[in-house]
């Protein structure tokens, strides 16, 4: 190899330590507007996430102050009823020796709480006490509030045990199937309920 052709390759390496230091400096250019791009998403990431924090917040104190709402309301139709059949503990026309509200008992894995029971000494009712009377809460009564109560509540076996809704409102479409299934209604009219039997 020539000094001629040594020189050549040097200035070639040169020029091509140039263009690599040049295109470099232009990645690292690059680079920085990229960091400076996710620094500025990050930041507005950080915002967005303050920002859901404050309305998970909101959320969660409405629907505290739903659930409370709710369940004073259901409350007052429990207190209702139970107040109404304490006064006059008359159901169908059977009397009633006592009456108990919020009943909570528990056997080998198996816990129920019954709103209102009203017994005698040959029938129990189940009085499930709802604000407003959905489908699925006569199915709830009668495939698992009864069948577990049977279970719970011994002492009922020789019993008559029936079952009724107390409601501030029930659909009329729930009315026909609550009595096809022999479920008692009792029903909010004014001041007092009225009774709905088959």
């Known amino acids: 190899m020539t000094d001629n052709d040594l020189r050549d390759l040097i200035a070639k390496l040169v020029e091509s330590q140039i263009k690599t230091d040049a295109q470099l400096a232009k ?10 791009q996710l620094a500025k998403t990050d930041a507005q990431l950080a915002k967005t996430d303050a920002q859901l924090a404050k309305t998970d917040s909101k959320l969660d104190r409405l629907a505290e102050m739903y659930g409370g709402v709710s369940n004073n309301q259901g409350k007052v139709a429990e207190e209702f009823f139970y107040n109404s059949l304490k006064h006059n503990p008359v159901l169908n026309g059977v009397r009633f020796d006592f009456i108990e509200k919020n009943v909570t008992r528990s056997k080998d894995g198996i816990e129920e709480e019954y709103d209102i029971l009203l017994v005698n000494g040959e029938v129990v009712y189940i009085i499930e006490v709802k604000l407003f009377l959905h489908t699925r809460d006569i199915d709830h009564l009668l495939t698992r509030k009864l069948p577990n109560f049977k279970k719970l509540f011994l002492e009922y076996k020789n019993y008559k045990i ?27 009219r004014g001041d007092i309920f009225e009774t709905l039997f088959a």
């Open 27 to 36: 990645t690292d250019v690059q680079l920085a507007k990229t960091d400076a």
């Open 162 to 188: 029936l079952t009724a809704f107390a409601s501030f409102s029930i659909a009329d479409d729930l009315i026909k199937e609550g009595l096809e299934k022999g479920i008692i209604l009792l029903q909010r």
